[in-house]
């Protein structure tokens, strides 16, 4: 089965192998017009933590350190979970057929547990430039309160303020830091020190995600809200509350494209082994 999709034939989801989605998701990347989006998203929301951060400075008061850390962990914990929640939330349901986001958003999920180091070898837009985005609504709000609300509000708002702008900085950092547990070889010693001391996602606890059927330690920035949620089993009492309510039923799309990769694998070692007797032979 074929569709018509921006002037060219595109087979459906079912027809497609392995090694199409693949090379669709690296097209995707590189898209003109998307890397153009991704390069003024980096921008601003550059320009707006470096107003956070200097309008955080303004309004510091030492008495108020203790406190302040605590929102900055909390704001860290925020963006934490919420890169486990849209990271389960793309693993579990939908397919690449789903209207506004199967091909933006399924088609790179898909490909990531088919192939997880594809993304490793990708450029800096494309690892900053989606999350700058909405990273960049976020910052809007304590940019906007820092630069235009009076003092006083400031003050009692300072703790909120200050959890708001850490999660939305540190959510920016997710695709960098999920590169990072992808990148065996190369990375500078500050990177595997901070890995090292889980201040960001080691490399051997990501690794525990990736073992099929892929249900656990979603979150993938530092991974400390992984230690709670997989504790309490959240998001399998989550997807019970979903299917009971709904009739729809987790990672079907995920498992399928799975089989397709043991099946591909399967493939690919045949004719490996094929090719060997037959240079044997000559």
């Not at 989801?13 to 090379?23: H, M, P, R």
């Not at 309008?55 to 203790?66: N, V």
């Not at 809007?140 to 999660?167: C, G, H, M, Q, R």
């Not at 799309?253 to 043991?262: G, L, N, Q, T, V």
Request: proline share 5%; with cysteine; glycine share 4%.
């Amino acid at each position: 089965m074929e569709h018509m999709q921006e002037g060219k034939l595109v087979k459906h989801s079912s027809e497609l192998g392995v090694d199409e989605l693949v090379e669709i998701a690296e097209g995707i990347s590189y898209e003109t017009p998307k890397r153009i989006r991704e390069a003024t998203a980096i921008a601003i929301m550059a320009v707006l933590t470096v107003a956070a951060t200097y309008g955080l400075y303004l309004h510091f008061e030492i008495e108020r350190a203790p406190a302040m850390l605590v929102a900055a962990f909390t704001g860290i914990m925020i963006a934490d979970f919420i890169s486990g929640l849209v990271h389960w939330t793309l693993d579990s349901w939908g397919s690449i057929e789903t209207p506004l986001v199967g091909r933006s958003l399924m088609i790179p999920f898909r490909e990531h547990h088919i192939d997880p180091t594809a993304f490793t070898r990708r450029d800096f837009l494309v690892t900053w430039g989606d999350l700058s985005i909405p990273c960049a609504i976020g910052m809007a709000f304590p940019v906007t309160a820092l630069y235009t609300f009076s003092p006083e509000n400031i003050k009692l708002l300072y703790d909120v303020i200050v959890v708001w702008a850490v999660a939305a900085a540190v959510a920016c950092t997710n695709n960098q830091t999920h590169k990072w547990a992808h990148t065996h070889r190369g990375l500078p010693g500050w990177i595997k020190w901070l890995q090292k001391m889980h201040i960001v996602l080691p490399i051997e606890h990501h690794h525990i995600h990736h073992q099929p059927p892929h249900m656990i330690k979603y979150c993938i920035i530092t991974g400390w809200a992984n230690y709670p949620l997989d504790f309490i089993d959240f998001w399998r009492k989550l997807e019970w509350l979903i299917e009971s309510i709904t009739g729809w039923k987790p990672r079907q799309d995920d498992m399928k494209w799975s089989k397709k990769k043991k099946r591909f694998l399967q493939m690919e070692n045949e004719l490996s082994d094929r090719l060997i007797r037959e240079n044997k032979l000559e």
